[in-house]
T-cell receptor, first 110, second 113 residues
């Protein structure tokens, strides 16, 4: 199956700082999503981005499918951005088995 | 539009018991998939149902089973619970295509004593 690796595993920031989270995947993908897991465990959709660039407020994401990676940018971070960020990939070819990375744990200090 | 609803949110069981978890997808979504999240193994795919049929299955023992009803609601069952089954169980719904965006519920947190 597809391998999904996220980096860095842990990130500690001061409020107001910018950060870049990376997701590498080992095969062509039909679907690439970024999620933020809130303290209660729910996975909140951030981006559905199998290719290209999208922006939503202070967050943006870019997927370069030909080079098999995706980046999540967080600008002017806030304490509410704390939590774990996951990317999930669905390999091209029809098998509906999403593979998740291990996540990046982000702590934003005031 | 209502989101994905999972019940119960929290439950405690003892070893050897069984448990049934429920997931109601977003209206109009026909695919429901289930995931187990533990600190050691991360997020792992259990199975996916589409139009009442199990379409894909992850690498879990037969004690883990599921089904989907005609209204797309899904249940998963774990029999003969083991301590290692303690986890957050998440379900997601999507339109059902292989490019479809996943939307997750709040999860069911199971503790096995």
């Amino acid at each position: 199956g597809i391998q999904v690796e996220q980096s860095p595993p842990d990130l500690i920031l001061q409020e107001g700082a910018n950060s870049t989270l990376r997701c590498n995947f080992s095969d062509s993908v039909n679907n690439l999503q970024w999620f933020h897991q809130n303290p209660w465990g729910q996975l909140i959709n951030l981006f559905y981005i199998p290719s290209g660039t999208k922006q939503n407020g202070r967050l943006s994401a870019t997927t370069v499918a030909t080079e098999r990676y995706s980046l999540l940018y967080i600008s002017s971070s806030q304490t509410t951005d704390s939590g774990v960020y996951f990317c999930a990939a669905l390999r091209s070819g029809g098998s509906y088995i999403p593979t998740f990375g291990r996540g990046t744990s982000l702590i934003v200090h005031p | 539009k209502a989101g994905v609803t999972q019940t119960p949110r929290y439950l405690i069981k003892t070893r050897g018991q069984q448990v049934t978890l429920s997931c109601s997808p977003i209206s109009g979504h026909r695919s429901v998939s289930w995931y187990q999240q533990t600190p050691g193994q991360g997020l792992q795919f259990l199975f996916e149902y589409f139009s009442e049929t199990q379409r894909n299955k992850g690498n879990f023992p037969g004690r883990f089973s599921g089904r989907q009803f005609s209204n797309s609601r899904s249940e998963m069952n774990v029999s003969t619970l083991e301590l290692g089954d303690s986890a957050l169980y998440l379900c997601a719904s999507s339109g059902g295509t292989y490019t479809g965006e996943l939307f997750f519920g709040e999860g069911s947190r199971l503790t096995v004593l």
